[in-house]
Structures are given as structure tokens and as C-alpha cells.
């Protein structure tokens, strides 16, 4: 099992940048692909970015290319999301999760584990 914990979120303007951070417990975190998910108020969760077990592909949803960049170092068992030109429609809990079938994944359903999320808010 792997434990997740996310933080770096808060209060930022449009425009500005933040980046979240989602450690993660256990010895075997560099053999988890990871994602990024987000839930906006009424909304239901939805995909931002993944990136595999070894940092070499990584996925993202069209509304956050060019913008948002996933990234992990392992031996920190770390993943991070680093938000760039942040728009009021980013605002959202932001979930990280890890799944261990080596998919690089959209779906909820592929992730077997979730941090408890950490709030991100843009202000226009």
C-alpha cells in the first residue's frame, strides 16, 4: 500500500503560477504510475495529469497543455504539478493518486490509491 499526502495549494491570481506537491509513503513508490485529478465544487473529478512509474511518459487533459507540467523524483517519493498562467476554471481540489498495473491512465477507476486533496484557488 502507499499512503499520499498533497500539498502547495492556496490563493493565487490569475495569471500566477503554484506548485503541488503529493509525497507519498512506503518503499516501492518508484514502481507506482501516478495522476493528478481535480474537483470543482458540483463537478465530478476529473483527469489533469499522469505520469509513469519511471517519469518517462506523462499524459495530460488538453484544457492544461502548455500550462500545467507533472514531474516526480522518486528517490523523494515525491510527485509534483507545477501550475503555470492559472485561470479561474483551474479552481478545484486537487487529488493526487497512484496505480500499480502500469497504465498511464484517465480514469478514475485506474487509481488504487488518493491523498486527501489540497484546495487551489484563482481569483480573477
Known amino acids: 500500500q502507499v499512503q499520499l499526502v498533497e500539498s502547495g495549494g492556496g490563493l493565487v491570481q490569475v495569471g500566477g503560477s503554484l506548485r503541488l506537491s503529493c509525497a507519498a509513503s512506503g518503499r516501492t513508490f518508484s514502481r507506482y504510475g501516478m495522476g493528478w485529478f481535480r474537483q470543482a465544487p458540483g463537478k465530478e473529478r476529473d483527469f489533469v495529469a499522469a505520469?509513469?512509474?519511471?517519469?518517462?511518459?506523462?499524459l495530460y487533459h488538453d484544457s492544461v497543455k502548455g500550462r500545467f507540467t507533472i514531474s516526480r523524483e522518486n528517490a523523494q517519493n515525491t510527485i509534483y504539478l507545477t501550475m503555470n498562467m492559472l485561470k479561474p476554471e483551474d479552481t478545484a481540489v486537487y487529488y493526487c493518486?497512484?496505480?500499480?498495473?502500469?497504465?498511464?491512465?484517465?480514469?478514475?477507476?485506474?487509481?488504487?490509491?488518493w491523498g486527501q486533496g489540497t484546495q487551489v484557488t484563482v481569483s480573477s
Open positions: 505520469i509513469t512509474s519511471s517519469g518517462g511518459s506523462t
Open positions: 493518486a497512484a496505480e500499480d498495473r502500469g497504465v498511464l491512465g484517465r480514469s478514475s477507476f485506474t487509481y488504487d490509491y
